[in-house]
């Protein structure tokens, strides 16, 4: 069996110049000058993320405001920046295992999300903070203390994420 060969149709000499995409793209360019402008005046007019989005990573505490997270170093292992480091330890609690240890480098992080696909207990979730300043790469270390934030400061993402299951 002899496959056929589709042929393009050749360009003539128009199309070799390249004038019509040239011309398109100025045209692109006029439409975009004469279109209304938008500008946030940033620190006075913040902006309100939509539930979607992806901030910084934080840990979700419970209402009785211990951690949900139970050490399994899952978040620390799918991080492809290797931003996570846990360390588990036992507990009595009803739950066996707490992280003695959960830091996250947030230089390192890459906003992915995969630690908040890949948590079982959804202890670790995206948040909608976006502004992040350091002085030192010390203070990009956050530990447990930056890191815990309740259940009432992230509902509009933990619903988001039961809707989107």
């Not at 996570?84 to 959960?102: D, G, N, S």
Request: net charge neutral; charged share 30%; aromatic share 10%.
């Amino acid at each position: 069996m002899q496959d056929k060969q589709v042929r393009n149709k050749d360009l003539n000499f128009f199309e070799k110049s390249y004038i019509p995409q040239i011309i398109g793209g100025l045209v692109l360019t006029l439409k975009q000058l004469f279109r209304p402008t938008f500008t946030r005046q940033y620190p006075e007019e913040r902006w309100t993320p939509p539930p979607a989005f992806r901030g910084r990573p934080v840990l979700v505490k419970n209402d009785n405001g211990v951690e949900r997270c139970v050490a399994c170093g899952l978040c620390s292992r799918v991080c492809p920046s290797l931003a996570i480091e846990v360390q588990a330890a036992e507990t009595e609690l009803e739950k066996e295992r707490y992280p003695v240890k959960f830091e996250i480098n947030m230089v390192r992080c890459i906003f992915c999300g995969f630690c908040e696909e890949v948590c079982p207990e959804e202890a670790i979730v995206m948040s909608d903070e976006y502004i992040l300043t350091f002085s030192s790469q010390d203070e990009a270390v956050f530990g447990k203390d930056k890191l815990l934030m309740s259940k009432e400061r992230l509902k509009k993402r933990l619903d988001f994420l039961k809707q989107n299951v």
